[in-house]
């Protein structure tokens, strides 16, 4: 039996439609029975013979997150981890970026999960020892030009992580950092995230270019007993490009 066998028996991903969040909802469906949220259910019912189920959900409707967080309980039962996955980049200078933008960055990838976050503070949602993953970024450490926004809302979900261990302890709450990864996120920028570009980040990745299963192996440990006492921490996961 693996680790994770003993450890999460519900887990809800959210943004689970592509990349990381797929990767992670076929992994941990080996074990456990995952719920999927994302908007693109087509998406989504790929993956429903895996026995995962999927919930459609736009994240920046906030108000309707609580009732599709309270039908997943209510039919697979209380969570034992909450991952949240879903969030966009978008590259532009400061200077030229629109109100509407911020707005829908920081709502996705920040006030969302904050929101999730106050759902899994219940104990009506989640066991006592469940945990939360937010996949933040390097960028919320070391913020690059152009993504500024996107910076500030990974900064948030480390933040995040922080409080709701301190105060929802026992049960715990961490981030993953990833730098790079080739996803469709990163896939929609090909001019700037071009081969030269993978060159250069793979020559000062002191490990090695990380990998979507480097993040998976990653989550996966942090999910099991064998973290039991890892909490409140955001983990880079990047090859060491970010030293
Ligand atoms: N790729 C990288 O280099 C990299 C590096 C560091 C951190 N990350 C982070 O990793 C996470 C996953 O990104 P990825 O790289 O795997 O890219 P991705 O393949 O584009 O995945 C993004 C996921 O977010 C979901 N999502 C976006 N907006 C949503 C909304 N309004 N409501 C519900 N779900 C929404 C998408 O689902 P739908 O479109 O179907 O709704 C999709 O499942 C993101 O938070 C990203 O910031 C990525």
């Known amino acids: 039996m693996s680790e994770i066998e003993r450890a999460p028996r519900h887990v809800l991903i959210v943004g689970a439609s592509s990349g990381i969040g797929l990767a992670l909802a076929q992994k941990l469906s080996q074990a456990a029975h995952v719920s999927a949220m ?3 259910t087509d998406r989504l019912a790929e993956i429903a013979h895996m026995g995962i189920t999927p919930v459609a959900c736009d994240v920046s409707q906030l108000d309707s997150i609580p009732a599709l967080v309270d039908e997943v309980v209510a039919v697979h039962g209380k969570l034992d981890a909450l991952i949240y996955c879903a969030g966009k980049q978008l590259i532009k200078p400061m200077r030229i970026t629109k109100i509407d933008e911020i707005e829908e960055i920081v709502r996705v990838n920040l006030t969302a999960a904050v929101v999730f976050a106050k759902l899994f503070a219940s104990a009506k949602i989640a066991n006592s020892n469940a945990a939360f993953c937010a996949i933040s970024s390097i960028a919320g450490h070391r913020p690059e030009p152009a993504i500024i926004p996107y910076s500030v809302s990974k900064a948030g979900l480390d933040a995040l992580v922080k ?8 049960k715990r709450a961490f981030a993953i950092a990833p730098g790079w990864l080739d996803t469709e996120m990163t896939q929609s920028y090909p001019q700037i995230y071009n081969a030269g570009f993978q060159e250069e980040l793979a020559r000062k990745s002191p490990a090695g270019l ?13 999910l099991s007993p064998k973290a039991s006492h890892i909490t409140g921490m955001s983990i880079a996961v990047d090859g060491g490009a970010s030293l």
């Open 38 to 40: 994302a908007r693109r």
């Open 163 to 170: 409080g709701l261990a301190r105060e929802c302890g026992p």
């Open 210 to 222: 990380a990998n979507i299963d480097s993040v998976v192996d990653m989550v996966e440990y942090l």
